[in-house]
């Protein structure tokens, strides 16, 4: 990491270059879409295991399929935003990851939150979330804005 210490506080200097959000927002909505495939696509096994126990269940099972997705979603962002790499696949696939300001890496907590706070966000202030990009520094959205996260270019 490229960092320096600054009044006892870890500035990383990566985050300070203009050229690490060039492109994010895009990027960002891309990293969105695929990562919404993947979901969908690990969904499928879970549902056919949800399926079978609801059979065996006389039907009791079947109630898990109302939080199979939500549930399937934070596993997936837990163990790929909050991994060492700080993204999920398909963050990954557009170059893209989430720094914290503070240099701090990202845990799974920290990453699930995000995502809660992004699905908030969306359902009570739907256009201003990506409005937001528009005006903050750094492209950053309001539940990035929120937990002191920014996303940048992997490879800038």
């Not at 870890?10 to 270059?17: C, E, F, M, S």
């Not at 399937?72 to 914290?100: F, P």
Request: aromatic share 8%; glycine share 8%.
């Amino acid at each position: 990491m490229n960092a320096r210490v600054l009044d006892g506080e870890i500035i990383n200097t990566r985050l300070d270059d203009v050229r690490a959000y060039e492109g994010v927002r895009t990027r960002r909505i891309l990293a969105f879409v695929l990562d919404y495939i993947i979901v969908a696509l690990l969904s499928i096994p879970f549902a056919i295991l949800v399926f079978f126990l609801g059979l065996l269940t006389l039907g009791l099972g079947w109630m898990l399929f109302g939080v199979l997705v939500p549930a399937v979603a934070i596993l997936y962002i837990w163990n790929t935003l909050g991994s060492a790499d700080q993204a999920t696949t398909g963050m990954k696939m557009m170059g893209i990851r989430l720094d914290r300001l503070d240099g701090r890496p990202i845990d799974g907590l920290t990453a699930v939150v995000h995502s809660v706070l992004f699905w908030a966000g969306n359902v009570i202030l739907s256009p201003l979330v990506l409005l937001v990009t528009l005006f903050s520094d750094r492209k950053r959205t309001l539940h990035d804005l929120l937990l002191g996260t920014v996303v940048s270019r992997t490879g800038r």
